[in-house]
């Protein structure tokens, strides 16, 4: 089992920063990829970002590449989402998921255990 709590959402306007974090608690963290994915009102839940076991490999949404930054710190068994120059089409919940695999994958029936979720609220 394993549990995942995000922090970090919140209201902000066009052009502003934001980071979320996750913590991760139960089984070894380290080992496993780990994944952002958000869901905008009346929209399906979307891929965002993901970062592999290590560390060493991340991919992105186009949506999001150049703007978005995930990491993770294996010591804290956290991963974060560093968010620039937001746009009020990143709106949405931000969920942390947790796979059982080592790289990052996109596809979210990859990914076993999931976070509560975040909400980001960019205003124009």
């Known amino acids: 089992q394993v549990q995942l709590v995000e922090s970090g959402g919140g209201l902000v306007q066009a052009g502003d920063s934001l980071r979320l974090s996750c913590a991760a608690s139960?089984?070894?963290?380290?080992?496993?990829?780990m994944g952002w994915f958000r869901q905008a009102p009346g929209k399906e839940r979307e891929f965002v970002a993901g970062i592999s076991a290590t560390g060493g490999t991340t991919n992105y949404a186009d949506s999001v590449k150049g703007r978005f930054t995930i990491s993770r710190d294996n010591a804290k068994n956290t991963v974060s989402l560093q968010m620039n120059s937001l746009k009020p089409e990143d709106t949405a919940v931000y969920y942390c998921?947790?796979?059982?695999?080592?790289?990052?994958?996109?596809?979210?029936?990859?990914?076993?255990?999931w976070g509560q979720g975040t909400q980001v609220t960019v205003s124009s």
């Open positions: 998921a947790f796979s059982g695999g080592r790289l990052a994958a996109r596809r979210q029936s990859l990914y076993e255990y």
């Open positions: 139960g089984r070894t963290f380290s080992s496993s990829a």
